[in-house]
Antibody
Framework: QVTLRESGPALVKPTQTLTLTCTFS??????????VTWIRQPPGKALEWLAR???????YYSTSLRTRLTISKDTSRNQVVLTMTNMDPMDTATYYC?????????WGHGTTVTVSS | QSALTQPASVSGSPGQSITISCTGT?????????VSWYQQNPGKAPKLMIY???NRPSGVSNRFSGSKSGNTASLTISGLQAEDEADYYC??????????FGGGTKLTVL
């Protein structure tokens, strides 16, 4: 069974850096073709794709957020970390980690992050 | 990458069929057979309903079907049921090797 779980702070202050961790099971980033993706959803709004890291350490970022995002992996610990710098109240959202490249087949439950002073 | 275009809302009566469209460009929907559809209930994570344009994951009702023509993909739900009421999102792989989502469609079962 494939599962993913997001963890990180529920509240961050404006200008701070957000660090989110995705811990997954049921698959491995040692396996060719596997990848982990981050997606967010502001309250009442649509899904927004953020970043993806592949088994071979290739990384892809949203064009609009590229300068603020960094994605990395710890393959041995089955973890993927997303950092987002210079947080703004507009970044308040539920952040999901998920598996998939051409689409997303398994989603985590999501973690809600509020940006407020 | 601009979001894919979906109608904000659709509605139908139980037993009817509805179709939700998802329009992109030749750099995403039109260029790849990698359109997916997701169902999202309030407060829950999205659930994959259709992948690779028209394939259903195991456990998804065959009342859900997908298709694509040119730069527009479609999700059809037949035999509408009250439990189908939810938000629906499409996604497409893009020429930048990323994913782009649609703006979402709220389905109301009358």
């Amino acid at each position: 069974q494939v599962t993913l779980r997001e963890s990180g702070p529920a509240l961050v202050k404006p200008t701070q850096t957000l660090t989110l961790t995705c811990t997954f099971s049921g698959f491995s980033l040692y396996t060719s073709g596997m990848c982990v993706t981050w997606i967010r959803q502001p309250p009442g709004k649509a899904l927004e794709w953020l970043a993806r890291i592949d088994w071979d350490d290739d990384k892809y970022y949203s064009t609009s957020l590229r300068t603020r995002l960094t994605i990395s992996k710890d393959t041995s610990r089955n973890q993927v970390v997303l950092t987002m710098t210079n947080m703004d109240p507009m970044d308040t959202a539920t952040y999901y980690c998920a598996r998939g490249r051409h689409g997303v087949d398994v989603w985590g439950h999501g973690t809600t992050v509020t940006v407020s002073s | 990458q601009s979001a894919l275009t979906q109608p904000a809302s659709v509605s139908g009566s139980p037993g009817q069929s509805i179709t939700i469209s998802c329009t992109g460009t030749s750099s995403d929907v039109g260029g790849y057979n990698y359109v997916s559809w997701y169902q999202q209930n309030p407060g829950k994570a999205p659930k994959l309903m259709i992948y690779d344009v028209s394939n259903r994951p195991s456990g998804v009702s065959n009342r859900f079907s997908g298709s694509k023509s040119g730069n527009t993909a479609s999700l059809t739900i037949s035999g509408l049921q009250a439990e189908d009421e939810a938000d629906y999102y499409c996604s497409s792989y893009t020429s930048s090797s990323t994913l782009v989502f649609g703006g979402g469609t709220k389905l109301t079962v009358l």
